[in-house]
Nanobody
Framework: QVQLQESGPGLVDPSQTLSLTCTVS??????????WSWIRQLPGKGMEWMGA???????YYSPSLKSRTSISRDTSKNQFTLQLSSVTPEDTAVYYC??????????????????WGPGTQVTVSS
């Protein structure tokens, strides 16, 4: 059974960089052909795919967030990390990590993700 768990600060100051880590157990993040995504749910809105890192370390980003987003991984810890720079209160959301098999398009087809973390609330406020 694959499990994902998000971790990171629940409160971030405006203009700072948000950093979240997803720890994966029950499966390796290097296993072909899985893709590991960050997805967020903004208050009163739908889900928003932010970016992903593939089993082979290739990264993919939402065009709308690409200039502020970086995703990396630590294979020794079986973790992948999201960094979102220059945050504003509009980045307040529940952040999720999730897994998907063999896909480099249609990232916002959320039913195709088979495992999700429970989500973590991040509030951007001074």
């Amino acid at each position: 059974q694959v499990q994902l768990q998000e971790s990171g600060p629940g409160l971030v100051d405006p203009s700072q960089t948000l950093s979240l880590t997803c720890t994966v157990s029950g499966g390796s993040i290097t296993t072909k052909y899985y893709y590991w995504s960050w997805i967020r749910q903004l208050p009163g809105k739908g889900m928003e795919w932010m970016g992903a890192i593939a089993y082979n370390d290739t990264t993919y980003y939402s065009p709308s967030l690409k200039s502020r987003t970086s995703i990396s991984r630590d294979t020794s810890k079986n973790q992948f990390t999201l960094q979102l720079s220059s945050v504003t209160p509009e980045d307040t959301a529940v952040y999720y990590c999730a897994r998907r098999f063999r896909a480099t398009t249609d990232w916002d087809h959320y039913l195709r993700y088979d495992y999700w973390g429970p989500g973590t609330q991040v509030t951007v406020s001074s």
